[in-house]
């Protein structure tokens, strides 16, 4: 990594940026407060990006796009993102942190999560959009297992985002390319290596979905994240993800051995910062009929009306956010799935 690119990182990261953005042509950017503005006036010139890609393992030329991770000089470990913009050589880079927020701090639901993660066995689901947080959410809950559980821990990360030290338990980090090829055989060699909890990075296809619920039914939490717009949404995509004849035996599966669903988004505060804003269903009694015959419409109705705090819709929470004043209204409303619900819900009509 170039010595230009190395103060810039220090500089940004130093300044609480969440990404630099590098990029042929162009002058660097950063994003703070979700707010992506300009460090400096000086471009980066095609043979700066190419000396870069080139330090990261990439060859300008013939690579399109690569994950990876590099270590700064003064041991600060970045996530590396390199891809091409209309020819031109571009890079997103992200600190990998080892200074992990509490769930406290985080704003997530503490006594939630922390009931979820100690189950035995079974599959937890951390969902939501890219940049809505899903890696903090899941690295708070395994520091918090870190902090009062004795338990070895497998992550399986595309890269790794945070770094663990061992206290009350065991971590095995691996990251994608570097220490596994694929997420399908780090799943399967992960049941091998005496784990208690599996956290996989992301289910991608069917492969990793069905090892997941595997792990599951033969004693192992597994957590995992998925892309998805909320509860009912991760339940689809992960549906959706298997072959029509073997959807019949998935949702059998599922609704045996899903523990919950947190879906997660990020809005901007009225004082500043940014608002962790959940949906959360936890699989119990009807919920598993439901999962069991696909029937979304009745768990969307569920998580909207249920006076159980383990269940809990996004209008709900914006609902309760903006009248509580930590977010403006019409943020929450912009935010909300169904505007019109939002507004019935808000003037007191259930």
Known sequence: MSSRVNKLA???????????????????????????????????????????WQGCGADPEHTQE??????????????????????????????????????????????????????????????????????????????????????????????????????????????????????????RASLRQSPDIIFL????????????????????????????????????????LFSPDMRRVLLKLLSQHLVGILTQLLLPRTDGGLLLVVEHLQNEAATRNWINENNLAEIADHINRSDNPANCSFVRHLIAAAQQGHIDTQTARRAAPNAQDFDRLLSGIT
Not at 89 to 112: D, F, M, Q
Not at 125 to 139: D, P
Not at 228 to 234: A, E, I, L, Q, Y
């Open 10 to 52: 220090d500089v940004a990261f130093q300044a609480r940026a969440t990404d630099l953005f590098l990029h042929e042509d162009q002058t660097p950017r950063v994003r703070i407060s979700d707010q992506i503005t300009s460090t400096t006036e000086d471009i980066f010139t095609r043979a700066e990006m190419e000396n870069f």
């Open 66 to 187: 690569l994950d990876t991770s590099h270590t700064t000089p003064e041991g600060q470990r970045l996530r590396v993102n390199l891809y091409k913009s209309m020819g031109k050589l571009a890079a997103v880079l992200r600190p990998i942190k080892s200074n992990i927020p509490t769930l406290h701090e985080l704003g997530a639901p503490e006594a939630l999560l922390t009931t979820w993660v100690t189950r035995p066995s079974g599959l937890l689901l951390i969902t939501g959009s890219t940049g809505s947080g899903k890696s903090t959410t899941v690295a708070s809950t395994l520091q918090w297992l870190n902090d009062h559980h004795s338990r070895h821990i497998v992550t399986i990360e595309d890269p790794i985002e945070y770094l663990f030290e061992n206290n009350q338990s065991y971590f095995s980090q691996r990251e994608l390319h570097a220490d596994t090829p694929s997420f399908t055989s780090a799943l």
């Open 201 to 240: 990075g992301e289910i991608r296809d069917e492969e990793t979905a069905k090892i997941c619920l595997q792990a599951a039914e033969t004693g192992h939490l597994v957590i995992a994240t998925l892309h998805s717009s909320g509860v009912t949404d991760s339940l689809e995509r992960i549906t959706n």
